[in-house]
């Protein structure tokens, strides 16, 4: 992208929202099948780092109190309630409940605090419960991560704007299996729908919330 429309995307795309007052941590569906090379969804070095930084997240936010929900993909046996998706996307047939890739990536298991949502789409929010438990909860904002960046991220991202949430991406905590369509995808993100910001960012804005997070 020359620099005269980098610059024009700034002038019009520039905008900062900033972090809310009671967020959540988003884990995105870091499942085993993006790990293991034999799989479609292998996603390699990439999925690692990001689940790395993810897993480092959830240290900070739990010790400040914060909601910290995972989701992950889940089908019945049939993959009849994939519809469409499932249709389409082949490696989904590696989440039908049971199966050894649909579960959690090296290292991650949910504490028994921890609210763990089940879709069937790409967005975390598509026809699941987690907008109304987020409000219920008081939450305003929320930090995802997960995998990946062109796919479940990013639907769950413009879904979580239009459900008035102030959205942050973590890019570190994000991994996709090429490096072209991940920084494709957070540039976008980041100039219309969420504020795309670094490991670092999240920790010290986690780190600064009280610890004794309490939902309305």
């Known amino acids: 992208m020359s620099e005269d429309l980098l610059a024009n995307y700034q002038r019009a795309y520039g905008t900062r929202i900033g972090f809310g007052k009671k967020p959540a941590l988003v884990l995105i ?40 929900i995972l989701t992950c993909v889940q089908y019945h046996a049939s993959g009849v309630d994939g519809g469409r998706f499932f249709e389409k996307a082949a490696p ?4 039908v409940k049971g199966h050894p ?9 949910p504490f028994d605090d921890e609210l763990v949502i089940p879709k069937q789409y790409p967005s975390a929010f598509f026809a699941t419960s987690l907008a109304s438990t987020l409000t219920a909860m008081g939450v305003d904002s929320v930090l995802l991560t997960g995998l990946s960046t062109s796919g479940c991220v990013r639907a769950s991202c413009v879904d979580a704007m239009s459900h008035g949430f102030k959205t942050a991406v973590i ?11 991940h920084e494709a995808n957070l540039f976008d993100m980041n ?17 600064s919330l009280q610890a004794s997070f309490t939902p309305d």
């Open 191 to 207: 100039a219309k729908y969420a504020d795309v910001v670094s490991e670092a960012e999240a920790i010290t804005f986690l780190a």
């Open 29 to 68: 569906d870091f499942c085993r099948g993006y790990y293991e090379p034999a799989c479609d969804l292998y996603c390699g070095q990439p999925a690692f780092d990001a689940l790395a930084s993810a897993l480092r997240l959830r240290a900070v936010a739990r010790e400040a109190g914060v909601p910290v």
């Open 171 to 181: 890019a570190d905590a994000c991994g996709d299996r090429h490096a072209a369509p």
């Open 92 to 95: 989904l047939r590696y989440f």
């Open 101 to 109: 890739m649909a579960e959690w990536g090296p290292g991650l298991m």
